[in-house]
């Protein structure tokens, strides 16, 4: 890779903190409320069986596929519908799991790392969840947060990668696109035209034959260091893949 990013675009969820700790407290929360305020709902639906339904109706809806917040809060208004409970509380419910949805706690490298690259070039969301980075408290870092369910579709489609490219005013190639999944983001990002960054913090071998990653990291801050690098030297540090 020849081309220095002039801007990233950054997945959010296991990317910047690990995603299933936060769904599954998010959930013991939703189902405690339920179980003050909606008690039919809460004994026919456990978290399991909430899950399953949320499943059922990710599947059945696939006009969906891209916002996570609305599958969620059709799931709520079903279990409620079902169990005769007042659908009128899906708002209040919903406000329970998506607070503590966002209550993150980021991978140790990534508060000085953001702050880092923030410093080189602008740095945008690019998530298929409803993380809320105001909430967080990490807003101040990125230009904008581009969600899948503002878009209109999800990632790997490169459409919501191309949304993020022209505002930033930035041609594709000129982006360097990081992110943990290799179809989601990596693929993805690659068919859009933009440079890819594997951020492989399980340090997983990359298996794939029809692309590589542009760089392959294990931790935000390694990619401070070989962005950091790229500024001053054309060729990366050796501990980074490029």
Request: hydrophobic share 40%; charged share 30%; glycine share 4%.
């Amino acid at each position: 890779m020849n081309t220095l990013p002039r801007a990233i675009t950054l997945d959010l969820d296991d990317t910047l903190w690990p995603i299933w700790p936060v769904i599954e407290r998010a959930e013991r929360e939703l189902h405690a409320w339920l179980a003050e305020h909606c008690p039919r709902t809460h004994a026919r639906f456990d978290i399991e069986a909430m899950r399953e339904l949320r499943e059922r109706i990710a599947h059945e809806r696939r006009d969906l596929a891209h916002d996570y917040t609305a599958q969620r809060r059709l799931t709520l208004r079903m279990a409620l519908a079902e169990c005769g409970d007042d659908v009128g509380l899906v708002d209040a419910a919903f406000e329970v799991f998506i607070r503590s949805r966002n209550e993150v706690e980021l991978f140790p490298d990534v508060p000085e790392a953001l702050e880092r690259l923030a410093r080189r070039v602008p740095v945008a969301g690019l998530t298929n969840g409803n993380a809320d980075l105001a909430l967080i408290g990490l807003d101040h870092h990125f230009h904008f947060n581009l969600a899948a369910r503002e878009h209109g579709e999800a990632k790997p489609e490169p459409g919501i990668f191309l949304a993020a490219c022209q505002r930033l005013q930035l041609p594709p190639e000129a982006v360097l696109h990081v992110g943990d999944h290799p179809e989601f983001d990596v693929f993805g990002a690659h068919r859009a035209g933009l440079q890819t960054c594997w951020l492989n913090r399980k340090g997983e071998r990359w298996t794939a034959t029809d692309h590589h990653p542009h760089v392959e990291v294990t931790t935000l801050a390694e990619l401070a260091d070989w962005l950091d690098a790229r500024h001053e030297s054309p060729e990366p540090p050796r501990h980074a893949h490029a």
